[in-house]
């Protein structure tokens, strides 16, 4: 099978199971008692479920990076919202709303449009050592200035989906380097530190995203999807040999994609900070939080934000972006 269809494969699948462990996390949430405690909340299968889930939405992740370029692999990422839109509607007891669908078209449409322009080939190419550090010392630098005290949220957003998508980069590397003998040892300084780099910035991200959304989801909910494959993406093209298919006219359509798809995760994201529903309706629950290794999305207890019990808040199961593994 051709290896963009293998990518685009388990980028989708990966995307439904991040999605599905987003409802079961809210299910669970919001039949969870605020006194609940974790080593109850253990002994649930439903919550194993939802981590499972997690799990295997991040190995397929990860395999789908094997498989496809950073342009390609990273911007499927925005699936997870699309994904979550009918799934959450189903399990609120809703109507998917007339903003939700729109969102959801555009963004199909503009990722439609990236496929047809993005490499096809298998990654070959792994950062080396210097680049790797270089890599992670420009991102830390560019963090620390958007993530300064006193920032605000869509700085934290910008800086979360940096940093997950530079995670998911490097796993790419990581995982070629695993998996592909021919470049180089299995056990070296290089993957050793890749993969120190990789936890760092997965971490850090995961933190980001969680202050940025202090202030509410819809606008950070927005950056964090679209900062990490963008992330990924030039670290792709400018250090790992990843190009667009087709020309000039490839780069437009590219452009067009890439606004379609802008302008969808917006909607998006602002519905499903309103609860998922048009102007004037009843919000049934609250949004989802797309963590962003690579592009989780985790939907909020339909009980109030205060009360969410111990051990029911979004797991952090490292998605693109990151990772995003």
């Known amino acids: 099978m051709n290896a963009t269809l293998i990518a685009v494969a388990l980028s989708l699948v990966s995307a439904g199971a991040y999605a599905a462990a987003a409802v079961a996390q809210s299910r669970l949430a919001g039949r969870t008692e605020p006194s609940t405690g974790v080593l109850r909340l253990l002994g649930r299968g439903a919550w194993w479920s939802s981590v499972g889930l997690n799990a295997g939405g991040a190995l397929l992740h990860?395999?789908?990076?094997k498989y496809g370029p950073l342009t390609l692999v990273q911007p499927l990422g925005a699936l997870t919202l699309v994904a979550a839109v009918p799934l959450g509607a189903r399990a609120?007891?809703?109507?998917?709303?007339?903003v939700e669908w729109y969102g959801t078209v555009l963004t199909l449409l503009g990722l439609g449009a990236l496929l047809l322009t993005a490499g096809g080939s298998a990654p070959h190419e792994t950062l080396t050592l210097p680049q790797a550090l270089g890599v992670g010392a420009a991102t830390m630098a560019v963090v620390a200035g958007l993530s300064r005290p006193g920032a605000r949220?869509?700085?934290h957003a910008a800086a979360s989906g940096i940093t997950s998508g530079v995670a998911s980069a490097l796993t790419q590397t990581l995982t070629v380097a695993v998996t592909d003998h021919s470049v180089g040892p299995l056990f070296s300084w290089r993957l050793l530190t890749v993969a120190l780099l990789v936890s760092a910035f997965a971490m850090g991200g995961l933190l980001l995203s969680q202050t940025a959304y202090r202030g509410g989801l819809g606008a950070p909910l927005a950056v964090v999807t679209l900062a990490n494959p963008v992330a990924a993406a030039a670290i792709g093209l400018a250090l790992l040999g990843e190009r667009l298919e087709g020309g000039p006219?490839?780069?437009?359509?590219a452009l067009l994609g890439t606004a379609a798809a802008v302008r969808g995760v917006v909607l998006l994201s602002r519905a499903q900070a309103r609860g998922g529903t048009d102007p004037g309706e009843v919000a049934a629950a609250p949004g989802p939080?797309?963590?962003?290794?690579?592009s989780r999305v985790v939907i909020g207890s339909p009980r109030r934000a205060d009360s969410t019990p111990l051990g029911a808040e979004p797991l952090a199961v490292?998605?693109?972006g990151r990772p995003h593994p």
């Open 92 to 98: 609120a007891g809703r109507r998917v709303g007339r």
């Open 318 to 320: 490292p998605a693109g």
């Open 249 to 253: 006219v490839s780069l437009v359509l």
């Open 289 to 294: 939080v797309v963590d962003p290794l690579p």
């Open 62 to 65: 990860v395999a789908a990076l």
């Open 153 to 155: 949220p869509l700085r």
